[in-house]
């Protein structure tokens, strides 16, 4: 079993960045995927990055360029850095894992891009 804790998140405006952090319960040496998932109110949750094996790294096509997941294998942390944020990045992010055939969720931090 894993557990997630997420960090970050707030209120930013247009063109300005937030950074995310999960802190996951064990090493992430053995963790196949960590990443990002963003939901809005009444639409379905969406991929917004992330990275497997500790470094493959996968990225929706509306935040390449924009967003960097990268992670911290002292700290067993996955963190997004986004930047040039738009209000179309306001949702809530959710920190996930797969490990051995489960996947894990965080609880959920919300991002909201406005002036």
């Known amino acids: 079993q894993v557990q997630l804790v997420e960090s970050g998140g707030g209120l930013v405006q247009p063109g300005g960045s937030l950074r995310l952090s999960c802190a996951a319960s064990?090493?992430?040496?053995?963790?196949?995927?960590m990443g990002w998932y963003r939901q809005v109110s009444g639409k379905e949750r969406e991929l917004v990055a992330n990275?497997?094996?500790?470094?493959?790294?996968n990225y929706a096509d509306s935040v390449k360029g924009r967003f960097t997941i990268s992670t911290d294998n002292a700290k067993n942390t996955v963190t997004l850095q986004m930047n040039s944020l738009k209000p179309e990045d306001t949702a809530v992010y959710y920190c996930?894992?797969?490990?051995?055939?489960?996947?894990?969720w965080g609880q959920g931090t919300q991002v909201t891009v406005s002036s």
């Open positions: 996930y894992c797969t490990y051995r055939d489960y996947t894990y």
């Open positions: 064990r090493t992430i040496f053995s963790i196949n995927v």
């Open positions: 990275v497997a094996s500790g470094s493959t790294t």
